[in-house]
């Protein structure tokens, strides 16, 4: 979109709102407080549409990150995961709603909500290993003459002993 890739801005709401929903849930089977009610449906509600702009804009993505030279079996091994992560977010959503009427099954919709979290941090993990470990999203730097060229954040000295 417009030659951004929002892949790297979008990925960090779903895990974080992911997170504290399930910390909700939890918060909530355990003190039964009308005022921590709806704050982990609503939290699981906004990191699921987080979650779909992630695969999406992670979609958008796939082909700079293989043309890159990224091996392909850690890209599909996080697509994957987050297919996982987004169908268990979806589930613990539904779950988190459906039982804030009656108050039964709660338990359940807080072990899906953290199974959920789980899976979304992994999801996450694996993509910072993309980043990190294989170099996906690199930046390509121009210099004077037009020339790109690959721009590698400087990489840490040793220190020398004195």
């Avoid at 290993?129 to 840490?156: F, I, S, W």
Wanted: hydrophobic letters at 45%.
């Amino acid at each position: 979109m417009f030659g951004l890739d929002l892949h790297p801005a979008v990925v960090h709401f779903p895990v974080a709102l992911a997170a504290v929903g399930a910390v909700m849930e939890l918060i909530y089977m355990l003190i039964h407080r009308p005022v921590v009610k709806y704050f982990g449906p609503v939290l699981l509600t906004l990191a699921l549409a987080g979650s779909g702009a992630a695969y999406f804009s992670g979609n958008a993505v796939h082909d700079k990150a293989v043309n890159q030279g990224v091996p392909h079996s850690p890209v599909e091994k996080h697509e994957e995961t987050c297919l996982w992560a987004l169908g268990t977010l979806g589930l613990a959503t539904i779950l988190s709603w459906a039982v804030r009427t009656s108050g039964r099954g709660l338990w359940l919709s807080t072990i899906v909500a953290i199974a959920a979290a789980g899976l979304t941090l992994y999801t996450g993990y694996l993509g910072a290993e993309l980043v990190y470990r294989y170099g996906a999203g690199r930046v390509k730097q121009v210099d004077r003459t037009g020339a790109t060229t690959d721009h590698h954040a400087p990489r840490a000295t040793r220190r020398r002993a004195r």
